[in-house]
Nanobody, 124 residues
Framework: VQLQAFGGGLVQAGGSLRLSCAAS????????MAWFRQAPGKEREFVAA????????YYADSVKGRFTTSRDNVKNMMSLQMNSLKPEDTAVYYC??????????????????WGQGTQVTVSS
């Protein structure tokens, strides 16, 4: 499976962005997926996760109520709708896929495939 994240950019605080993750490979619909982010000088952190069907989602407390993730297993796509963005959301955002799990997982060690990352910058 190859993943490609895109949709990042520069936005003012309070604004919105929608990230997308395009996946190749027939087994995509079996994999749990997630978004992580890494800010300069900080460790990579979990943002949002979604199970194989898209019915179940889970969010970090820092983004709950502002971010929404979804997936389309026909198009092999996952998205992250980010609203009410804050300067502290500034980071490189990565999408990830787990071939071991179809349920929600949130640890980076549970994921086998990673996209290249897309930069999100929120100005104050």
């Amino acid at each position: 499976v190859q993943l490609q994240a895109f949709g990042g950019g520069l936005v003012q605080a309070g604004g919105s962005l929608r990230l997308s993750c395009a996946a190749s490979g027939r087994a995509f619909s079996n994999y749990a997926m997630a978004w992580f982010r890494q800010a300069p000088g900080k460790e990579r952190e979990f943002v949002a996760a979604i199970n194989w069907s898209g019915i179940s989602t889970y969010y970090a407390d820092s983004v709950k109520g502002r971010f929404t993730t979804s997936r389309d297993n026909v198009k092999n796509m996952m998205s992250l709708q980010m609203n009410s963005l804050k300067p502290e959301d500034t980071a490189v955002y990565y999408c990830a896929a787990s071939k071991k799990y179809s349920r929600i997982v949130t640890s980076s060690t549970d994921f086998d495939y990673w996209g290249q990352g897309t930069q999100v910058t929120v100005s104050s």
